[in-house]
Nanobody, 118 residues
Framework: VQLQAFGGGLVQPGGSRRFSCVAF????????MGWFRQAPGKERELLGG????????YYADSVKGRVTISKENAREAAYLQMINLQPEDTAVYYC????????????WGRGTKVTVSS
């Protein structure tokens, strides 16, 4: 399985961003996908995830209310929509997928960087 994440760039404070993660290869192995981010000087943070069948999205408390995770089954893609971005949301955003639940994430995308600045 290979994952490609898109959606990085420069965002003004208060703006929104939609990240995409497209999966290639043996996608039938995927059970669930998660979204993470890593801000400069900080540890990687789980933002939330969704089952690969598009069900049961869940969100970290730190971003709940600002984030929506969805899955497009026809395209083998998942999305992270984030609103009201602030400078502290500046980070590299990653998608990852895993085979099992619960379980470690088996595959990681390269990451896409978002900078929130005026």
């Amino acid at each position: 399985v290979q994952l490609q994440a898109f959606g990085g760039g420069l965002v003004q404070p208060g703006g929104s961003r939609r990240f995409s993660c497209v999966a290639f290869g043996t996608t039938f192995e995927i059970y669930a996908m998660g979204w993470f981010r890593q801000a400069p000087g900080k540890e990687r943070e789980l933002l939330g995830g969704i089952a690969w069948n598009g069900r049961d999205p869940y969100y970290a408390d730190s971003v709940k209310g600002r984030v929506t995770i969805s899955k497009e089954n026809a395209r083998e893609a998942a999305y992270l929509q984030m609103i009201n971005l602030q400078p502290e949301d500046t980070a590299v955003y990653y998608c990852a997928a895993r085979k099992n639940s619960p379980g470690n994430y088996n595959w990681w995308g390269r990451g896409t960087k978002v900078t929130v600045s005026s």
